[in-house]
């Protein structure tokens, strides 16, 4: 699909999060349990995690005229349990955004969905009392590592986590990479 008039950015908070729940639940299966870097999800385990991040963060919208093609959510990175905190003394996790998601829909991927919406997050985020940010990816998906890099995030470090392949639902280990920027 082709992106027909400039993206729109909307920001998402727990209040307009209702309105576009089902939209968000639909995004974010369609980023995560679809294509070449699926995983399974089960529904409910996607609504619970969209429902946990709402609840205590936030995140923007972008629009394409009226559909929903990508969204981005973020809290507090002393919300995530997995961050390395040891390791990373020099990080303080009051200070530090933490992306939690980042979804595009499938069809509008590589027209610079995701780098709008995340230099629309660094940019509106700049006044909160953040100096740094921080995302987690799979180390298999190339595509995003390479935009993160793009976008001068730097690799600190990997954890692994275990998940369950699409068709099969065997467990399986990802790498996931912790890359780093100050804003």
């Known amino acids: 699909m082709q992106i027909k008039s400039p993206i729109s950015i909307h920001g998402l908070d727990s209040v307009n999060y209702l309105k576009h729940k089902e939209e968000l639940i639909d995004l974010y299966t369609l980023s995560f349990t679809e294509g070449k870097y699926a995983q399974y999800i089960s529904p409910d385990a996607i609504e619970i995690s969209l429902d946990e991040i709402m609840r205590i963060g936030f995140g923007f919208m972008a629009f394409n005229n009226e559909e929903l093609i990508g969204a981005i959510l973020c809290l507090s990175l002393k919300n995530d349990p997995d961050f390395?905190?040891?390791s990373h003394q020099n990080i303080d996790p009051k200070k530090t955004l933490y992306i939690a998601d980042i979804m595009v829909?499938?069809?509008f991927r590589g027209q610079g969905v995701a780098s709008t919406l995340i230099e629309h997050l660094l940019k509106?985020?700049?006044?909160?009392?953040?100096?740094?940010?921080?995302?987690?990816?799979?180390?298999?998906n190339i595509p995003a590592v390479s935009l993160y890099r793009k976008l001068s995030f730097t690799e600190i470090d990997t954890?692994?986590?275990?998940?369950?392949?699409?068709i099969d639902k065997k467990p399986f280990e990802m790498?996931?990479?912790y890359m780093h920027k100050k804003i």
């Open 84 to 86: 390395p905190f040891d």
């Open 105 to 107: 829909d499938p069809g």
């Open 159 to 166: 954890i692994s986590q275990t998940k369950l392949h699409k």
């Open 124 to 140: 509106e985020s700049k006044p909160k009392p953040y100096t740094d940010v921080v995302i987690r990816v799979w180390d298999k």
């Open 175 to 177: 790498k996931k990479i």
